[in-house]
């Protein structure tokens, strides 16, 4: 507190005194005028009285460092209410304004808000939960951001005013304010990630749990969207790259088939960003790329799914179903069903094509004419009598299952060509025969898709025809 201006002499008179009294070392004098270090301390003292100055500064600094998204697909800085949270199928962080700070133990104002956001969005019942995660300001740290941050906004006033129509202050007061308010300037920008340190994430082991509240300090040196992505990322609470064989554990684990057969694919996006169970995913095209993975397996029977175009209730028919292949789905296109493997299976089982894959096979030791077969089925001449012809070409077409080319021509190389191939001398081809009879048709993405593929494969000859 600055001395009385006025006091008593001993002879009854008053002597007027300079409001401020100054110390350096020994020494102490009086000046009518102020430093600018001790108007500093009193304009930060003043700013006590008017917060909102204060939060202002911080609103600020907060949304420039929220500009650094991490692997959030939108964030949400300083929402008023759920309201302001839209709900939606990305992942997003909520950041919660400076008045809701987080403290361990029951009744944190931080996990109130983040719980009456996660369940509605004014007066409506949220209904994608599983997108959510909040990040808040620890209350034992507000003071020291607080106090930094006005001393921050007491020198910026002081420079503000550093004119002849304001303070009016010498070049060297200028130079003392500059260097006191990038000082305090750092404090804040140091202090901030420092109180912003606590990541509240919703957990929920199974369906038959209630949720779970999972609060985690952050730390490191990047920006705190990035920080907690990084957290998020680091623990499995937020996926960016989901495995086929992943979707399809969860698909069975649930269980999240419809009808017990199939699932749309719109629905199961929905069925990943609602339940707080499931994996959290960035984003829907996390999901469509494990299905675009799953669909090319060539184990898929085992370890993913089918794809269907749509589901025909009358007849029980899947339509366009595919599997074993690259199918064409765009990151934001979520048409289509996924079918069981099984029930995709039964389905191609009962409607084989009836151009059939052929598989030619054949050998040659010399040139000779092919030996004929005895009555019995056995090959002519094989006997091992002196004097006998042995046979000295082998030539063999087989039927293969379209669905199951790759176990079938698998059993083929061991049975058979490893045999021939074996034998000294011996020179054995084998021709892959594809013929497909398309009633209705092939579409124009097959045909580019089936093109390409056969140029890059070096297929002697392909082509599409119209009759």
């Known amino acids: 507190m600055s001395p009385p201006l006025f006091s008593e002499t001993p002879c009854g008179g008053w002597l007027v005194q300079p409001p401020y009294l100054y110390q350096d070392g020994p020494r102490f004098w009086y000046s009518t005028q102020p430093t600018v270090t001790k108007l500093a301390e009193d304009r930060a003292e003043q700013l006590k009285r008017d917060p909102d100055k204060v939060l202002l500064e911080l609103d600020g600094r907060l949304r420039k460092d929220l500009e650094r998204r991490g692997d959030f697909s939108r964030i949400h800085a300083l929402p008023q209410s759920g309201q302001d949270v839209s709900d939606d199928l990305d992942s997003r962080l909520v950041v919660l304004g400076i008045n809701h700070p987080y403290s361990k133990g029951a009744g944190s104002a931080a996990e109130l808000v983040a719980k009456a956001i996660l369940e509605s969005r004014g007066s409506t019942p949220r209904r994608y939960r599983n997108t959510l995660v909040f990040l808040a300001a620890d209350k034992s740290r507000m003071q020291d951001l607080d106090e930094a941050t006005r001393k921050y906004l007491a020198w910026e006033s002081i420079l503000a005013e550093k004119g002849e129509k304001g303070l009016n202050l010498d070049p060297q007061q200028v130079k003392q304010a500059e260097t006191q308010k990038a000082a305090a300037d750092s404090a804040v920008t140091a202090r901030l990630p420092e109180t912003y340190q606590w990541l509240l994430v919703p957990v929920q082991k199974n369906p038959q749990v209630p949720i779970e509240w999972q609060a985690m300090r952050l730390s490191g040196q990047d920006a705190l969207a990035v920080r907690a992505s990084k957290k998020l990322k680091n623990d499995e609470l937020l996926i960016t790259s989901f495995a086929a064989t992943r979707l399809r554990m969860e698909l069975d684990g649930i269980p999240l088939w419809r009808d017990n057969n199939h699932v749309a694919i719109k629905q199961l996006a929905e069925d990943f960003a609602s339940f707080i169970y499931l994996p959290r995913l960035k984003d829907s095209s996390v999901l469509i790329g494990a299905i675009r993975s799953g669909l090319a397996l060539l184990l898929w029977i085992q370890d993913s799914f089918a794809f269907a175009d749509s589901y025909?209730?009358?007849?029980?028919?899947?339509?366009?179903?595919?599997?074993?292949?690259?199918?064409?789905?765009?990151?934001?296109?979520?048409?289509?069903?996924?079918?069981?493997?099984?029930?995709?299976?039964?389905?191609?089982?009962?409607?084989?094509?009836?151009?059939?894959?052929?598989?030619?096979?054949?050998?040659?030791?010399?040139?000779?004419?092919?030996?004929?077969?005895?009555?019995?089925?056995?090959?002519?001449?094989?006997?091992?009598?002196?004097?006998?012809?042995?046979?000295?070409?082998?030539?063999?077409?087989?039927?293969?299952?379209?669905?199951?080319?790759?176990?079938?021509?698998?059993?083929?190389?061991?049975?058979?060509?490893?045999?021939?191939?074996?034998?000294?001398?011996?020179?054995?081809?084998?021709?892959?025969?594809?013929?497909?009879?398309?009633?209705?048709?092939?579409?124009?993405?097959?045909?580019?898709?089936?093109?390409?593929?056969?140029?890059?494969?070096?297929?002697?000859?392909?082509?599409?025809?119209?009759?």
């Open 312 to 467: 025909d209730e009358s007849t029980g028919r899947y339509r366009g179903l595919r599997c074993g292949e690259e199918v064409a789905i765009a990151d934001g296109e979520m048409q289509g069903l996924l079918v069981k493997s099984d029930i995709a299976c039964k389905q191609m089982d009962e409607e084989k094509s009836k151009q059939p894959v052929n598989l030619t096979i054949a050998g040659t030791t010399g040139g000779r004419e092919s030996t004929t077969t005895e009555p019995d089925g056995s090959p002519a001449g094989t006997s091992d009598t002196p004097g006998t012809l042995k046979p000295k070409r082998f030539h063999g077409t087989v039927t293969l299952d379209a669905t199951r080319v790759g176990r079938d021509a698998s059993l083929i190389a061991d049975e058979v060509i490893a045999h021939l191939s074996g034998l000294v001398g011996a020179k054995v081809t084998v021709t892959l025969e594809v013929e497909a009879d398309i009633p209705s048709g092939a579409p124009d993405h097959v045909v580019r898709t089936v093109t390409e593929n056969s140029r890059t494969l070096k297929f002697t000859s392909q082509g599409f025809e119209t009759e």
